[in-house]
């Protein structure tokens, strides 16, 4: 009797447990056509920051910031992904979850040497350093390992490894150093809107260096720096040292991300402009938190951002997922009429891949779709397109709705305002105040008109100028089936050339 009444009570389990999941599953759609087809989003559930950005073994490793209970931020944890080529992610299980701290961002490094004295001495080591919020108690920077190329991390024993009593105080991004032989750390005071930087032989014990605040953009808090040794183009071997950090963007009220450029000496960063001089990475509202590749082959400098802005985060109206990463951009600094000036180039180069379609020497007056060109729904672009002359107002990319004429994307170029702009303003959904604003970038004296799109479902990346000029911005077209024309507004508008690669 007793077992028969078990029994029943654990059939009535099940049976509600299946109906709240059904219930569940069916409460909300799934958008599946929303969802990038080669940049990163998790299976389910929401990211934010990618973490612990690093090339190992053959494989791109991104950690990012991760609910894996839910689609709202919560829980923070990391999660795991690797690629080998840029394009094709795989989603690993859960690599650090949350205890009593939440697990915020932070970087991984290869103790190639064992200078930490951690895990196998036998085996290869990862070393994980990232912020452990308590949440309204403080911030510190913990440690984890791992042995299995990033697979599993233990939490180090004796955590904190760096604690200076703060409510606000992380995100560490880590280098090494080469010139003064040490481990080179930039964390982030949010508030004091300010980085320190921190220098350690062993990873364990960390000393302050110095401290860089109170210059360029000082509106927002300042969240995930990073310092990098840049390659000036066209000036063999020389560089720069390039401070990067996530704070308030071009469009007051909206995220985005600054640099400076300057010196690192192994101990002091020094800017080279003004203290008022502000430099934006990408003059769209969703790209933020990025951070570079560790131990990239050929020492290039590479990284991602997470594509969505904290402004409408929560409003991302896609399902399982909620929040996705940016494209793999390459970085290096170029000479411009106005200083030293970040250029960014889309990973992998699709120049050096056979294209989809491409035209020579084309003549456009009023909207027109490429003849032997289809957008295909459900695939990725890259479109390399070239100006030769050009008296229109406007010109550039437009992507319209099939079924309705008013829902369409501009990706252009204002010759009236010398401007290059995405207008999302009828992309579809507006999520909230201020998101169908026209995000738009200056012209770049001395280059060429010359713009590259990567449209992939609901991201879209302009890198213009040859990668001088960079717009990312989100958008979430209602009807799914759309065309692609190049249009040309009150004038002619003569190409160079038009190259498609569909991204495979
Ligand atoms: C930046 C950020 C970081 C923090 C993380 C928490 O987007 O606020 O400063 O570590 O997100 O998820």
């Known amino acids: 009797m007793k077992t028969l009444s078990r029994n029943i009570q654990l059939l009535s389990c099940l049976v509600c447990l299946f109906l709240s999941i059904s219930f569940s599953s069916t409460a909300q759609n799934s958008t599946e056509h929303w969802r ?30 991760h609910n894996p209970q839910g689609n709202d931020w919560g829980n923070m944890s990391w999660g795991h992904a690797r690629t080998k080529d840029l394009l094709h992610w795989e989603e690993l299980p859960l690599a ?4 009593e701290e939440y697990i915020f961002s932070g970087c991984v490094v290869w103790d ?26 403080k911030q510190e920077q913990h440690l984890a390992y791992s042995n299995d190329e990033g697979l ?31 481990y080179v750390m930039s964390i ?23 401290e860089f605040s109170n210059q360029g953009e000082l509106e927002m808090i300042w969240e995930c720096p990073s310092l990098v040794e840049l390659p000036i183009e066209g000036r063999e071997k ?23 450029v300057g010196e690192f000496n192994g101990k002091t960063f020094t800017n080279e402009n003004s203290s008022e001089t502000k430099l934006f990475v990408d003059f769209g509202k969703d790209f933020y938190a990025a951070i570079p590749f560790y131990n990239t082959p050929a020492k290039a400098v590479l990284w991602l951002a997470w594509a969505l802005s904290w402004q409408y985060a929560k409003e991302q109206p896609t399902y399982p997922w909620k929040g996705q990463m940016s494209s793999v951009r390459k970085l290096s600094l170029v000479d411009t ?22 035209a020579k020497d084309i003549s456009i007056s009023k909207p027109k779709m490429l003849n032997g060109f289809k957008m295909l729904q459900g695939k990725s672009y890259v479109i390399d397109m070239e100006v030769e002359e050009t008296n229109a107002d406007r010109w550039g990319l437009k992507w319209q709705s099939v079924d309705n004429p008013q829902e369409y994307t501009l990706v252009a170029f204002d010759e009236i305002k010398k401007q290059w702009f995405i207008d999302r303003s009828h992309s579809g959904k507006i999520l909230s105040p201020g998101f169908f604003k026209v995000d738009s970038a ?55 050339q038009i190259t498609i690669w569909e991204v495979k």
Do not use: C
């Open 36 to 65: 990038p087809a080669v940049h990163f989003s998790p299976t389910r559930n929401w990211t934010n920051d990618p973490n612990g950005l690093i090339f190992f073994k053959g494989y791109y490793h991104l950690f990012f910031q």
């Open 96 to 99: 650090i979850p949350h205890g």
């Open 112 to 137: 190639k040497d064992h200078v930490s004295g951690l895990g196998d001495p036998k085996k290869e080591l990862l070393v994980a350093i990232y912020t452990a919020d308590y949440p309204n108690k």
């Open 152 to 182: 599993t991390w233990k939490k180090y024993d004796h955590n904190p490894i760096l604690d200076i009593q703060l409510l606000n105080f992380r995100d560490p991004n880590i280098i090494w150093h080469e010139a003064s032989k040490q």
């Open 188 to 210: 982030a005071k949010p508030l004091e809107r300010s980085v320190q930087f921190y220098g350690s032989k062993n990873l364990l014990k960390w000393d302050l260096l110095s």
């Open 238 to 260: 020389e560089s720069k040292w390039v401070l990067f950090n996530s704070s308030q963007g071009v469009q007051k009220g909206f995220v985005g991300m600054q640099y400076f």
């Open 337 to 358: 009429q106005e200083g030293l000036r970040l250029k960014q180039l889309f990973q992998p180069d699709f120049t050096s891949m056979e294209p989809t379609f491409q």
């Open 442 to 496: 200056p012209w770049v004296e001395g280059r060429s008109r010359h713009m590259r799109v990567w449209v992939d479902h609901s991201m879209l990346e302009l890198l213009a100028q040859d990668g001088t000029v960079a717009i990312s911005s989100l958008r979430f077209p209602v009807s799914a089936k759309e065309n692609l024309s190049i249009f040309s507004d009150k004038g002619k508008l003569d190409l160079k």
